[in-house]
């Protein structure tokens, strides 16, 4: 089991820059990746961004070049750096964790979710 709890949400005005966190705990020694997951009402959860172990990522391509995934293993803690924010990046932003290590930002293969943290982009 492991419990992953976001934080770093909130408002900013378009061409911005917010930092989530997500803090992992309970079973972090097993091998897992962990990704960052999007959602806006109506629409289905979108995977922004996903790290492996090795450090392995990748994008969708609508936050390359803007976003970056990382990890701080000391710390059990994921990070998605966000810049240049456009309000279409607007969207309950969730963290999750499946076991293994095949890169993948396909949601349903993740097995634990936090509770979301909201980011809002005003133009």
């Known amino acids: 089991q492991v419990q992953l709890v976001e934080s770093g949400g909130g408002s900013v005005q378009a061409g911005g820059s917010l930092r989530l966190a997500c803090a992992a705990s309970?079973?972090?020694?097993?091998?897992?990746?962990m990704g960052w997951f999007r959602q806006t009402p109506g629409n289905e959860r979108e995977g922004v961004a996903a790290i492996c172990s090795g450090d392995s990522t990748e994008y969708a391509d609508s936050v390359k070049g803007r976003f970056t995934i990382s990890k701080d293993n000391a710390k059990n803690t994921l990070y998605l750096e966000m810049n240049s924010l456009k309000p279409e990046d607007t969207a309950m932003y969730y963290c999750a964790a499946k076991p293994g290590v095949v890169l993948s930002r396909q949601s349903w293969l993740y097995n634990y979710w936090g509770q979301g943290t909201q980011v809002t982009v005003s133009s």
């Open positions: 309970g079973d972090t020694s097993s091998r897992y990746c």
